[in-house]
């Protein structure tokens, strides 16, 4: 399990997703078949988590003003009107910034993936026709027989004193 667990790793860092998925198939199939194959906490794909992170900024980042640049239209308008940056020219920039609406919001436009989507956990059997499998099914037969023997002896025992009390 751990090789398969650590392929899925490495498949997750290079960043083929198809490779990425045959691997946690694979991974899947060999943890549903065997008994004791425990994943404690699951399997968290960071590196893809990563890189879907890193699109959602980017084509967040990406999304342009249709106004197009607002602030080289605002200095056209008022770059003419005075020879030296004054008071007078940011106000007449801000006017000319306040007559175009606002840009949406970066950090309300960014929607980021589900972290709970990257975590895969897969359940052992409690019992699996392997070799341990029947080991653990020959184990609790010889328990139970030996339980069977000591409750038979006890109930043996406890008849035989009555019937020598009575005697």
């Given at each position: 399990m ?16 198809d ?14 078949a065997?008994?004791?194959?425990d ?8 590196a ?46 801000l ?19 589900d ?5 895969h956990?897969?359940a ?44």
């Amino acid at each position: 399990m751990v090789q398969r667990r650590d392929a899925v790793l490495a498949a997750d860092t290079v960043g083929n997703d198809d490779i990425t998925i045959q691997r946690l198939y694979d991974l899947q199939r060999y943890v549903s078949a065997h008994m004791n194959t425990d994943m404690e906490k699951g399997l968290y794909l960071q590196a893809a988590y990563d890189r879907d992170v890193k699109k959602a900024d980017n084509s967040a980042s990406s999304d342009q003003n249709p106004n197009g640049n607002i602030y080289k239209k605002a200095q056209d308008v008022c770059a003419p009107k005075f020879t030296r940056y004054s008071t007078a020219y940011l106000e007449c920039t801000l006017s000319e910034l306040q007559k175009y609406p606002a840009a949406t919001n970066l950090i309300s436009s960014v929607h980021y993936p589900d972290p709970s989507t990257y975590l895969h956990v897969y359940a052992s059997p409690l019992w699996s026709p392997d070799f341990a499998g029947w080991s653990v099914l020959v184990c609790i037969i010889l328990g139970l027989m030996i339980i069977a023997r000591i409750v038979g002896l006890l109930i043996l025992r406890l008849l035989l004193r009555r019937h020598y009390k009575s005697v």
